[in-house]
């Protein structure tokens, strides 16, 4: 289904390395790899999408990484929206877009929290069909969706179970370099970038239903997709492990 803000994708091309994209963000190596598992779990053939949560002080490039991430594989000509006011627009913008990206967030409503929970698992709305009195139209969507802010926006349980946290560091200026110049880089690095992500979603499709854990967190389908593919950005799958428990206990079996 083409709606009118999408725009195309580059043709993907091989032998890329996704260190290409490490040049476009400024986060930590960890947080870097919390990215990396986002972006790979975005394909996720059914359960729950992990949230992406960015955050960080002014001027570290909150709304760039956002566009830049969501880019990859949906690019949109509205990139990057203000909060929704009610459910009805938030079911809506899940309806013309695979990516859900917010920005500039200093908090979440609860109504809005309870919403994106829902939908990052699949959740319905439902609501009156216009000019009829008792018709309704569903909206059933499943999508994954990036928050943006200064502070952390996510602050109610359900939703942190479902969040991927990334601090962004401050760009120093020396270093900041003007919009144009970075997404003509970025335009270039793209296909290659794409290749690689693609090829990390192969390898989890090959590997589905193989993988074994000694313990899951909430996420259980998202870590198992992930630790199928994440290999393929040449990292270990216990490396993923220790990051998403923040412990050494846990191994993976394939």
């Known amino acids: 289904r083409r709606t009118r803000g999408m725009l195309p994708l ?9 260190d290409l994209l490490r040049r476009f963000l400024r986060v930590s190596d960890k947080d870097f790899l919390s ?12 359960g729950t999408f992990p949230l992406l949560v960015l955050h960080g002080s002014q001027g570290s490039g909150k709304s760039s990484i956002t566009r830049f991430l969501r880019w990859i594989i949906d690019p949109n000509s509205s990139p990057e929206r203000a909060q929704p006011t009610d459910e009805r627009d938030l079911y809506i913008a899940a309806r013309n877009s695979y990516i859900l990206a917010f920005g500039n967030l200093s ?111 909430r996420l259980a389908d998202f870590v198992l997709w992930t630790l199928g593919g994440i290999e393929a950005f040449n990292i270990d799958q216990n490396t993923f492990l220790r ?12």
């Open 10 to 18: 580059p043709p993907p091309e091989p032998g890329g390395s996704i």
């Open 107 to 217: 908090g979440l409503p609860s109504w809005l929290s309870d919403a994106l929970c829902r939908l990052l698992s699949g959740g319905g709305f439902s609501t009156r069909q216009l000019y009829t009195d008792c018709d309704e139209i569903i909206f059933a969507e499943r999508r994954p969706i990036i928050l943006n802010g200064i502070s952390q926006p996510a602050a109610r349980p359900d939703l942190l179970d479902r969040a991927l946290l990334v601090e962004l560091e401050p760009i120093s200026d020396d270093l900041r370099r003007p919009e144009s110049e970075l997404w003509d880089a970025f335009t270039q690095a793209h296909p290659q970038i794409l290749g690689v992500l693609l090829d990390a979603v192969s390898l989890a499709l090959a590997n589905r239903g193989k993988v074994r854990v000694s313990y899951l967190p």
């Open 35 to 46: 990215i990396l598992a986002w972006l790979l779990g975005l394909f996720l053939p059914s």
């Open 243 to 254: 990051h998403i428990f923040r412990s050494e206990e846990h191994t993976s079996e394939l």
